[in-house]
């Protein structure tokens, strides 16, 4: 099973940057895409970004352009470089993780979440 741990949450003013990070541990054959989610208070977790084990990318309109996701499969990791923050950025941040088993099934795993704040 894979376990994720995101870090690299915080309170940013707008118009700032932030970069989270995600690190993936445990047992799997292969972790096949890797995403960020985020979700607000009072609405759906929506995905922002994912992308899959040979560096190809997706994007949610709202963060075209100014979030960034990108790769380290040698760590096992993802990273969303998020640029130009906005108020309604504000959420908690997951990291999801679309991995084959030991056993050879897929199967989806979820961090605990990080919250991103942008407020002045």
């Known amino acids: 099973q894979v376990q994720l741990v995101e870090s690299g949450g915080g309170l940013v003013q707008p118009g700032g940057s932030l970069r989270l990070s995600c690190a993936a541990s445990g047992s799997f054959f292969r972790i096949n895409v890797m995403g960020w989610y985020r979700q607000a208070p009072g609405k759906e977790r929506e995905l922002l970004a994912s992308i899959n084990s040979g560096g190809s990318t997706r994007y949610a309109d709202s963060v075209k352009g100014r979030f960034t996701i990108s790769r380290d499969n040698a760590k096992n990791a993802v990273y969303l470089q998020m640029n130009s923050l906005k108020p309604e950025d504000t959420a908690v941040y997951y990291c999801?993780?679309?991995?084959?088993?030991?056993?050879?099934?897929?199967?989806?795993?979820w961090g605990q979440g990080t919250q991103v704040t942008v407020s002045s």
């Open positions: 999801n993780a679309n991995y084959i088993r030991t056993s050879g099934y897929p199967t989806d795993s």
